[in-house]
């Protein structure tokens, strides 16, 4: 195995397990949850079908969106579903719940920040991006579109589905729309691998000319 592929599934595992967990943090800040879990609570209240079953199947539809966009999913886009889950379980069960105000919005923006991190830290790996997150490079490699215009017109879009089919909506989840997509625009290009010696990064920058395929 080359220390390149090494550092990929390194960066993967790392940035899959911190995903989850900045999930558990913005959860236990108790302030609002993210756009995609407000479409999905919107879609079990109207459907009655329960929210974590809801959750799998907006993943599948997502994926469906992949075709048009010529989107394909990689071992990251797996390990996903696999992972984040159950690291967002860890969050949840080491972080207590919050009740004071300026706790919760801290809790909350670290745990934003850590997630716009861990974003940067598993799609610059290159082994696949999960559903939602495909979505975006996808539409960003199809049409040129910037991340952060990519990202914040997805999650804006559908948080307001979701608010009209009856989720929960909160401060945060409104921090969250309006902020990660700008976040992950400051993070993906610090941590994305390049395929080759000299291949643009996606900042614009050429790799450097030792660095390995």
Do not use: C
Not at 43 to 70: D, K, Y
Not at 160 to 165: K, Q, R, S, T, V
Request: aromatic fraction near 8%.
């Amino acid at each position: 195995m080359s220390l390149l592929l090494l550092r990929r599934i390194v960066q993967l595992l790392v940035g899959l397990f911190l995903y989850g967990f900045s999930i558990g943090m913005m959860i236990r800040a108790g302030i609002g949850v993210s756009p995609w879990d407000v479409l999905g609570q919107g879609v079990s209240v109207q459907s009655g079908i329960p929210f974590g079953l809801t959750t799998n199947l907006i993943g599948l539809a997502v994926l469906l969106l992949w075709i048009p966009i010529r989107q394909r999913p990689g071992v990251g886009t797996v390990l996903n579903v696999l992972l984040v889950g159950p690291s967002a379980e860890v969050g949840l069960a080491v972080i207590p719940q919050q009740t004071v105000l300026w706790v919760q919005i801290l809790l909350f923006t670290g745990g934003l920040v850590l997630l716009a991190v861990a974003t940067g830290l598993y799609l610059g790996a290159r082994m696949g991006p999960g559903p939602r997150d495909g979505l975006m490079t996808g539409m960003h490699k199809r049409w040129g579109w910037p991340i952060w215009a990519v990202r914040t017109g997805i999650e804006v879009s559908v948080l307001a589905i979701g608010w009209a089919l009856g989720g929960t909506v909160g401060v945060g989840t409104v921090a969250f729309a309006l902020f990660v997509g700008p976040l992950v625009n400051l993070t993906l290009p610090r941590f994305h691998i390049p395929e080759k010696p000299g291949e643009p990064r996606l900042d614009g920058q050429a790799a450097p000319s030792g660095a390995a395929p």
